[in-house]
């Protein structure tokens, strides 16, 4: 009875005394692919009514690798790189020395 009662009392208890099935990362995704695939079957009926084709969007990654910053940065990385590599002979001046 005295551990019933110092069970009960505690905020332990009241926190976890009920049994939660919480939902498995397995079931959202399904749950997601499912609401998108319902939502791609509505979709063509949408598209074919308007008669255009939706324009695709290009991913995050796209975006970034096709920003100008991005392209800038890789230039000067595979610049840097051969310029290791490869490095540069020291120009001779044309001027000649008496």
């Known amino acids: 009875e005295e ?3 110092l069970l009960t009392g505690s905020s ?5 005394n009920e049994a939660i099935d919480p939902k498995s990362a397995f079931e959202l995704l399904n ?3 499912l609401k998108k695939e319902d939502a791609e079957e509505a979709k063509p009926v949408a598209e074919k ?3 255009r084709a939706a324009k695709q969007e290009k991913s995050t990654f796209e975006e970034v690798m096709s920003s100008p ?3 800038q940065v890789g230039r000067e990385l595979v610049r840097g790189v051969f310029g290791m ?3 540069s002979t020291p ?5 000649r020395r008496r």
Do not use: C, D, H, M
């Open 3 to 5: 551990y019933n009662n």
């Open 12 to 16: 332990v208890y009241k926190k976890y």
């Open 31 to 33: 749950e997601r692919i």
């Open 49 to 51: 009514s308007s008669g």
């Open 69 to 71: 910053v991005a392209k």
């Open 85 to 87: 590599l490869f490095g």
């Open 91 to 95: 120009r001779r001046s044309t001027s």
